[in-house]
């Protein structure tokens, strides 16, 4: 089953524009990944925080953890083409320590037109 | 490329063949995880290991599924007797034990079951 809900579905936006997407999840974490998928191919680790993180930034991305919502949200800034793909939150629970099974979200497919 | 190589890419086959899929993982990564996706879906996990022990299966994995990691390097995963419903893309990934948790993907292996 899939843990977290991923808002919006699908987001297409001009090049230069940014991109925010959103996750939500179920259960305590040790921390919360964000990955991308071209089309049919394999997933990209782009970055992870840990539950006692806040915010975390990775060159264009921004990623923010609300623990006590259960949120968590990925910001593009100054989007590319080449940022068109599907982006997945996945969430490591707090069953043991770091390094579990992800539990994935459906994904925001992201269209990023010239 | 993230180190993690996947064969075959893709795979047709013909319900009731038994398929086998091979991942190998970074080499120094002592944890292997399965998981599946279909269409317009986030992966869902399958199983993992560490080293050569399966730590945990998930209820997706019915009795026509069985994964090995025999010397605690590459695995294998083998559906027995193939049904239309396994047609997805099965996605290998590895990881350190003792790191914060990020998972490095392979391309997949994108089955069709006819």
């Known amino acids: 089953s899939q843990q977290g809900e991923e808002d919006p579905q699908a987001l297409s936006i001009q090049e230069g524009e940014n991109a925010t997407m959103n996750c939500s999840y179920k259960?305590?974490?040790?921390?919360l990944q964000w990955y991308r998928q071209n089309s049919g191919r394999g997933l990209v680790h782009l970055i992870l925080?840990?539950?006692?993180?806040r915010e975390k930034h990775s060159g264009r991305l921004r990623v923010t953890l609300d623990t006590s919502k259960k949120s968590s949200s990925l910001l593009i800034t100054a989007s590319r083409a080449a940022d068109t793909a599907s982006y997945f939150c996945a969430t490591d629970a707090q069953i043991k320590a770091a390094g579990n099974k992800l539990t994935f979200g459906g994904g925001t497919r992201v269209l990023v037109k010239p | 490329d993230t180190g993690v190589s996947q064969d075959p890419r893709h795979k047709i086959t013909k319900r009731g063949q038994n398929v086998t899929f091979r991942c190998d993982p970074i080499?120094?990564?002592?944890?292997l995880y399965w998981y599946r996706q279909t269409l317009g879906q986030g992966p869902e996990f399958l199983t993992y290991f560490q080293n050569e022990a399966q730590l945990e299966k998930s209820r997706l994995l019915s009795d026509r599924f069985s994964a090995e990691r025999p010397k605690g390097s590459f695995s294998t995963l083998e559906i027995q007797r193939t049904e239309q419903g396994d047609s997805a893309m099965y996605l290998c990934?590895?990881?350190?034990?003792?790191?914060?948790?990020?998972?490095?993907f392979g391309p997949g292996t994108r089955l069709t079951v006819l």
């Open positions: 990934a590895s990881s350190l034990a003792l790191g914060r948790g990020e998972q490095f």
């Open positions: 259960t305590s974490i040790n921390n």
């Open positions: 925080i840990r539950s006692n993180e």
């Open positions: 080499s120094e990564h002592n944890r």
